[in-house]
């Protein structure tokens, strides 16, 4: 049986990552597990998303998966370490992707960063962008709108142009020549964003590098699934299965099953 890519977020922002996934590795099987009931992990404690984290890589872990990949910034900022100590595969984020794709576009070195409170707080990306560039200038701004606005399927909506606008209002005019959207819910917002920053601000999605780093991960190791193998994919969600359906498939573009996840909430001493 194919060995599958385990992708994990919050909500649906993954789905950004596994769009990308399909993509550039047809071939490769996805099991997705979306947190939808708990979403957005933005304003948790870092101790209470470590716990959800390692849950769902435990619920993962029984389709057996080769790689683990965790399609959310906050989980990544703060759990991904914890992970890496936990299961014996290999267990990618999205934060040093983005900040590559990041380092190649900016002219300027001077970059802007979008991402919940979680995220920002933890500075993770000023971190991986300076482990890179030590020279560089980052303006980076939480928005804890945006991703329950997208967790909502309102991301087409009248709306989101105004919350967008509200939410990116400290960073226009800055002289940033490149955007991070540092949650994998933002690219939902693409047409937004860019309408409020300008086309002179490119906008950074992390997706297409965490794709190309899979790749090459599973390539070196020897690990990617055969050719010509089509392959059936997984949906799991803790949350509404029907809304998680209608938006992953406007998303995907492709139909797909979906099966509810239910369990109790750990308490957090």
Known sequence: MQQAIAVLDSGVGGLTVVRELMRQLPQEKVIYFGDTARSPYGPRPAEEVRIFTRQ??????????????????????????????????????????????????????????????????????????????????????????????????????????????????????????????????????????????????????SADETAQEISTILSHRGMLAASGVMPIHQFFCSGDPELFKQIAQSWLRELISIRPVVWQVPNII
Do not use: W
């Open 56 to 205: 769902i890589v435990d619920y993962l872990f029984q389709f057996d998966p080769k790689m683990i990949v965790i399609a959310c910034n906050t989980a990544t900022a703060v759990a991904i370490d914890d992970i890496r100590t936990h299961v014996p595969i290999p267990v990618l984020g999205v934060i040093s992707p983005g900040a590559r794709a990041a380092i190649k576009s900016t002219k300027s070195g001077i970059v802007g960063v979008i991402g919940t409170e979680g995220t920002i707080r933890s500075m993770a990306y000023e971190q991986a962008l300076r482990t890179i560039s030590p020279g560089i200038q980052v303006y980076s701004e939480a928005c804890p709108l945006l991703a329950p606005f997208v967790e909502k399927g309102l991301f087409d909506a009248e709306e989101a142009n105004a919350v967008v606008e509200q939410s990116l209002r400290p960073l226009v005019g800055k002289p940033i020549d490149c955007l991070i959207l540092g949650c994998t819910h933002y690219p939902f917002l693409t047409d937004s964003i860019s309408r409020v920053m300008g086309t002179e601000v490119t906008l950074i999605s």
